[in-house]
């Protein structure tokens, strides 16, 4: 069954580094790659969506690649900030065209001033 | 209106109890799903509605009955569960299947006695 695995349960940074999120999986060759984040206690938020043909996809200070042959995903934050500090979910349609989203174990972020 | 909303917020139930959680859109969307998230998990996909029609369901037990009565709407009949059940269920909307993103609600914390 397909696994989707990101790099580390947390992940501790400074204010103004640039945070590196990372998204595995195995068994299946998804058309697009979804990230979102969420808060304690409330519902995911999207970030970002990225198709395969894509190498890379930006929006602010936020950056995704994704490398269908290493079958990973890179999430970027950079100049980060406390208001930061959150889970980031990957996410992979398991039925293209039918939403099955599948998401990953998720990182926790936390960004020290 | 981009705001997906969940009623109750927080709902403790015996295991011989029915009640039932309430999810509204009002973007038009025309796919909704139920997700379950036990702690520190990411959410699960329990089932997916698309224009008012079941598309997926996730082998959920049947003590979990989900409706749509119209295109803004969508419930979930709980009936006899179990403790385990207990989580944070979360509902969602998207504009329609496919690679659209998901818009979530806050959900609502479930507690089964």
């Known amino acids: 069954s397909q696994k989707i695995e990101q790099n580390s349960e947390a992940l501790n940074i400074q204010e103004g580094k640039t945070a590196t999120l990372t998204c595995n999986y195995t068994n299946y060759s998804p058309a697009y790659l979804q990230w979102y984040r969420q808060d304690p206690g409330r519902g995911p938020v999207f970030l970002l969506l990225?198709?395969?043909?894509?190498k890379e996809k930006r929006k602010e200070r936020l950056k995704v690649t994704f490398d269908t042959t290493l079958k990973q995903s890179l999430f970027h934050i950079t100049a980060s900030q406390p208001a930061d500090s959150a889970t980031y979910l990957c996410a992979l349609d398991m039925n293209t065209g039918f939403q099955k989203l599948v998401f990953g174990t998720g990182t926790r972020l936390l960004v020290s001033p | 209106d981009t705001e997906v909303t969940q009623t109750p917020k927080h709902l403790v139930m015996g295991m011989t109890n029915k009640k039932s959680l309430k999810c509204e859109q009002h973007m038009g969307h025309r796919a909704m799903y139920w997700y379950k998230q036990k702690a520190k998990k990411p959410p699960e996909l329990m089932f997916v509605y698309s224009y008012e029609k079941l598309s997926i369901n996730e082998s959920v037990p049947s003590r979990f009955s989900p409706e749509c009565p119209n295109s803004s709407l969508l419930n979930l009949h709980l009936h006899a569960l179990q403790p385990e059940d207990s989580a944070l269920y979360l509902c969602a909307s998207s504009q329609a299947l496919g690679e659209n993103e998901q818009f979530f609600g806050p959900g609502t914390r479930l507690t089964v006695l």
């Open positions: 990225i198709r395969e043909n894509e």
